[in-house]
């Protein structure tokens, strides 16, 4: 069960992280933070980003081994940016649709997802 909680606060965390990043590039395009200084732009992102950590932090303590989870601390990375990457194409796609995927973005996925295999390997 742990790890189920763990991808799950991962995958919402990832969300989170995603609009902290990218999240003011669509609203400048839309014109809405366009005349914002950068300073504002930067308290915007880290007031997403500090809800993206309220889900990291509780994913890895629950997550890492030394702590009762299943995961030890490189399989958590490898699984956090695998997560991260699906989530960020999912949520680029959605807000900047000019965004399309290309045969080599898709064959980076696969060697992330080989890393994941990887990993694992005993």
């Known amino acids: 069960m742990n790890a189920l909680y763990t991808i799950l606060l991962l995958l919402t965390s990832n969300v989170f992280m995603t609009l902290a990043w990218y999240g003011h590039l669509k609203l400048q395009q839309t014109g809405v933070s366009s005349h914002w200084p950068l300073i504002g732009v930067i308290l915007f992102s880290w007031s997403i980003a500090f809800v993206e950590y309220c889900f990291l932090v509780p994913a890895n303590r629950i997550g890492f081994s030394e702590n009762g989870g299943p995961f030890n601390l490189m399989q958590l990375k490898v ?41 694992f390997m005993k």
């Open 79 to 119: 699984i956090q940016e695998v997560i991260s990457l699906i989530v960020f194409t999912v949520v680029a796609n959605l807000m900047f649709q000019g965004q399309s995927l290309q045969w080599n973005h898709l064959a980076a996925f696969a060697c992330l997802v080989l890393s994941v295999y990887f990993v």
